[in-house]
């Protein structure tokens, strides 16, 4: 089992912006693809973003391209979800997963999940 620990998350006006930061500790990510996925409430877990192993793929859902950027740094065992001009739909628990299956969308591919860091978009 990998631990993985989100931090960065926090309540933001909208227009703003936040870096949600996502690292392990005892294990390396650097072979697996990650992913950002986010719970609001009263709603179903959503994917966000994901990026393959390497950094050079990557995927966003639609709602937040162009303001979201994820990425990562194998050297420092950390992926980042970089997140700008914030809505307030934005807001929700933000989890980071490890996927079992390469680049995914879908949620079940990744197996190993964070405990989540909520952010709060006010209008």
């Known amino acids: 089992q990998v631990p993985l620990v989100e931090i960065g998350g926090g309540l933001v006006q909208a227009g703003g912006s936040l870096r949600l930061s996502c690292s392990a500790s005892?294990?390396?990510?650097?072979?697996?693809?990650m992913g950002w996925f986010r719970r609001a409430p009263g709603r179903e877990r959503e994917f966000v973003a994901a990026?393959?192993?390497?950094?050079?793929?990557?995927d966003y859902v639609d709602s937040v391209k162009g303001r979201f950027t994820i990425s990562r740094d194998n050297a420092k065992n950390a992926v980042y979800l970089q997140m700008n001009s914030l809505e307030p739909e934005d807001t929700a628990v933000y989890f980071c997963?490890?996927?079992?299956?390469?680049?995914?969308?879908?949620?079940?591919?990744?197996?190993?999940w964070g405990q989540g860091t909520q952010v709060t978009v006010s209008s």
């Open positions: 005892g294990s390396t990510l650097s072979n697996y693809a």
């Open positions: 997963a490890v996927s079992s299956r390469g680049l995914s969308v879908d949620y079940r591919a990744y197996t190993i």
């Open positions: 990026i393959s192993w390497n950094g050079i793929f990557r």
